[in-house]
């Protein structure tokens, strides 16, 4: 994948996969993405077969799912990213549920089901920090971005985006305080 994909490329490359299922634009899509979305799932603490078999699963959902993108409502690395954390959530509600279930058979115990409150929560909960992220600054938005559906190291997105690393620092950590800011309650 050449160094030089820009968000707006990418949108492009996830539209062709959507429009025409163009496999030249999902193969330069995987190329980029696979060891983004590798990272991303070692980080939330997957083995790394796991880890793989993940990405495998994920960037599959993204190629089915293509048609649905919408640039006007979020870029191509949100998107995929957003895929690829329900995907996590969904594999790791699998896995507890068939845990939960051998445990049951093996204790004779009944196991209890998550508790709908807290699923209601979790989903405000995100619904309050996406709408808390989209209030911020565009080029804050950008770094946060970058740094964590990227994965990008601060001097990675400052030679990216052309900016001394001071720069995307401080802008880091004025997203960080807003986003504080406007979700204290959360972490109460």
């Given at each position: 994948m050449p160094p030089?994909?820009?968000?707006?490329?990418?949108?492009?490359?996830?539209?062709?996969?959507?429009?025409?299922?163009?496999k030249a634009a999902f193969a330069e899509l995987f190329a980029f993405f696979a060891?983004?979305?590798?990272?991303?799932?070692?980080?939330?603490?997957?083995a790394n077969a796991t880890a793989e078999e993940m990405v495998q699963e994920t960037l599959l959902l993204v190629w089915?799912?293509?048609?649905?993108?919408?640039?006007?409502?979020?870029?191509?690395?949100t998107w995929i990213f957003a895929i690829a954390r329900n995907h996590r959530i969904d594999r790791f509600r699998r896995e507890r549920r068939f845990t939960q279930l051998e445990d049951h058979?093996?204790?004779?115990?009944?196991?209890?089901?998550p508790k709908g409150d807290e699923t209601v929560y979790a989903a405000q909960t995100e619904t309050r920090l996406h709408n808390a992220i989209q209030e911020l600054p565009p080029q804050q938005v950008?770094?946060?971005?970058l740094s964590f559906f990227e994965n990008r190291s601060h001097?990675?997105?400052?030679?990216?985006?052309k900016l001394p690393i001071g720069t995307v620092k401080s802008r880091l950590r004025l997203a960080f305080g807003k986003l504080r800011a406007g979700l204290e309650d959360i972490w109460e």
């Open positions: 030089e994909q820009t968000p707006e490329s990418l949108c492009d490359l996830l539209r062709a996969v959507g429009v025409d299922q163009d060891p983004r979305l590798k990272s991303f799932y070692l980080r939330g603490g997957a089915r799912k293509a048609a649905m993108f919408d640039a006007s409502l979020a870029g191509a690395s058979m093996l204790d004779a115990e009944v196991a209890e089901d950008e770094v946060l971005q001097s990675e997105i400052a030679s990216h985006l």
